[in-house]
């Protein structure tokens, strides 16, 4: 049995691929790339079952012959595929190797992994990766537990504003304050948008609840009955840039169990931020001679 959102699914999708910042905040005469941008990351959220050009359309509010051109210069490019059989478009081999050449000497994921595996053999609950993104958080890699009731409210490259969600609130509570008020700024038109009954008092509440105890317990917007706890992961500079959650239906994180959780949760966010440490000493640039 699985726990997943109960919203139109089309709907979802739109605020995956939201774009990284506001169209109040980027320069203009941009509006071709940041239409491109959206549509990879629409694809990159999707990309496990792909999309067919109507889902693209819709999930991107924009019109289905320019996204059509789009995709067509994309796959030349060999950014995007096209599966002939199902019309489905997915994320292309240069977009894979894009990423490969990109990535940092400290991979966050591949650090985190042992102590996400970890976490959900010892909660049998659903882990969640999510790293910052700009005004956003980004889910980066997801860990099931054993539990029969499998709660899959993100798919790994799925992007939310940050204060949606426990590891984003997580995230957006650990920065400093006028970061955290600037922020709120730019995402409230976003929010209110999407999440018409989430009030800023409430988000306001669960950023002094995340404060207080250093890590976030908050109800799953987009799933009711389900329930997660995050907590923020720190660079060396101490600035929060990711955060580990875990996810389970509403009746397994009582009190008296969200205490366990977060035992586990401090251990394994204070390996990682060890980890890190260790690593940004082995890969620091040498001094000059």
């Given at each position: 049995m699985h726990a997943v959102p109960t919203s139109n699914p089309i709907a979802?999708?739109?605020?995956q691929t939201a774009p990284s910042e506001p169209d109040a905040l980027v320069a203009p005469g941009t509006q071709l790339i940041r239409r491109v941008a959206q549509l990879l990351r629409l694809l990159t959220a999707n990309n496990r079952t792909g999309l067919r050009l109507v889902d693209i359309s819709c999930a991107s509010g924009i019109e289905r012959s320019t996204v059509h051109r789009i995709l067509q210069a994309l796959i030349a490019e060999r950014l995007v595929s096209q599966q002939q059989s199902t019309k489905r478009y997915f994320l292309g081999l240069g977009a894979y190797e894009m990423g490969v050449a990109v990535a940092p000497p400290v991979k966050l994921r591949d650090i985190c992994q042992p102590y996400m595996n970890a976490l959900a053999e010892q909660t049998g609950d659903t882990i969640f990766l999510t790293v910052r993104s700009g005004f956003d958080g980004v889910c980066v890699d997801r860990k099931e537990g054993t539990h029969p009731v499998k709660v899959f409210v993100l798919?790994?490259?799925r992007r939310r504003p940050l204060g949606v969600g426990a590891s984003n609130i997580a995230i957006l509570a650990a920065l400093s304050p006028d970061e955290c008020t600037r922020i709120r700024n730019a995402n409230r038109p976003r929010?209110?948008?999407?999440?018409?009954?989430?009030?800023?008092?409430e988000l306001t509440?669960?950023?002094y609840s995340s404060q207080a105890l250093g890590y976030t317990v908050t109800d799953v917007i987009e799933a009711p009955g389900v329930r997660s706890v995050g907590m923020c992961i720190r660079n060396t500079a101490r600035e929060p840039i990711a955060a580990i959650s875990v996810s389970t239906i509403e009746s397994?994180?009582?009190?008296v169990r969200v205490s366990e959780v977060v035992t586990f949760l401090q251990y394994a966010i204070k390996s990682v931020e060890s980890e890190l440490k260790r690593n940004e000493y082995l890969f620091a640039p040498e001094a000059d001679a």
């Open positions: 979802d999708r739109i605020l798919e790994p490259g929010i209110k948008e999407r999440y018409p009954n989430y009030t800023e008092q509440q669960r950023i397994r994180l009582d009190v």
